[in-house]
């Protein structure tokens, strides 16, 4: 009788699988950040080993391993990534640095018991991305009449899941804008959404907008119509006008700095002149009080003053 009670345990263990076992089914990260995992044994079992593993695909690779006997293993690549934050045979916990889209999927936790086997429980990680959004306006040809110039607005951006895009405006387009999707090798999704404006025809009352609405960002860039000249583009890049602020007074002080150095130049040009002018024998003596040079009317214009009085002036 107690032999078949035991039996039928190890069944319904077997057959119910993870509730044996507290975790969190599903779990949601985005790039950069880390995320840990964690599992607790629920059972009073005598747990051999611990064993994390990842699915990918159609297979599993084991990504670490806790017991007694060997400790603390991290395995291949992740040696690098993951590390224990808690360890002991009933209650496991890992952490993944800086994920990026590649670690997105299932991940298992594994307590290799006795005399049950393998209870396990499996959460699955869902990873978010988003790229800096941009709102972009250019002049381009008229389709419909070359000679002719208009506004191409565009918006776009890129996230996992594909984010969505949608216009406020002041006025209905004679067209919907159009969408477009770039689907990337990461599952990540650039969305572009664009329309066309004649400068001759519509004024808009209030600016453009973009409304971005994305799990990690939702935000609506303004664009003004009245702001844009024929002949010009504006973008929204808050990189650019940070960079144009910086350098514009750096420019002037540059500027400030060429003035000086000219007039510096200038007026020690003047002084050398000046000092050599001074020394001209025997048209001029030095006449210190006015900083000039006056003529000598002592002595003649071909005979040289005597050497004492040279050196006492």
């Known amino acids: ?85 808690q360890s002991e045979l009933t209650i496991s916990a890992i952490t993944v640095h800086a994920v990026t889209l590649q670690d997105e999927g299932c991940y298992k936790c594994i307590f290799n018991t006795f005399p049950m086997g393998s209870i396990t429980g499996r959460t699955c990680l869902k990873v978010y991305a988003i790229s800096e959004p941009r709102l972009e306006a250019k002049l381009v040809s008229n389709p419909d009449n070359g000679e002719e110039k208009v506004l191409e607005i565009s918006c776009s951006v890129t996230g996992k899941p594909a984010p969505m895009i949608s216009w406020n405006l002041s006025h209905r387009l004679q067209q919907e804008p159009g969408q477009y999707l770039i689907n990337h090798l990461d599952q990540s999704v650039t969305v572009i959404s664009n329309f066309t404006h004649v400068l001759s025809g519509i004024h808009w009352e209030n600016p453009a907008g973009c409304v971005i609405q994305h799990p990690l960002l939702n935000v609506t860039l303004t664009l003004p119509m009245d702001g844009l000249v024929q002949g010009q583009s504006a973008t929204i890049d808050a990189v650019t006008i940070y ?18 150095c000219i007039r510096w130049k200038r007026q020690d040009q003047m002084d050398r002149n000046r000092a050599d002018l001074c020394w001209v024998l025997p048209i001029c003596t030095k006449d210190m009080r006015h900083g000039q040079c006056t003529k000598n009317d002592k002595q003649g214009p071909d005979k040289l003053p005597p050497f004492k009085v040279l050196l006492d002036r």
């Open 1 to 85: 009788m107690i032999f078949t009670c035991i039996f039928f345990s190890w069944i319904w263990a077997m057959a119910a699988g993870s509730l044996q076992v507290v975790h969190r089914k599903v779990q949601l990260s985005k790039t950069g950040e880390n995320v840990t995992f964690q599992c607790q044994l629920v059972m009073d079992l005598e747990v051999l080993q611990v064993t994390w593993q990842k699915e990918s695909g159609e297979g599993k690779g084991n990504i670490a391993t806790y017991s007694t006997i060997n400790g603390h293993r991290i395995l291949g690549n992740y040696s690098s990534r993951v590390n224990f934050t």
């Open 243 to 260: 960079i144009l602020v910086a350098l514009i007074p750096l420019g002037l002080l540059c500027i400030c700095f060429f003035i000086l």
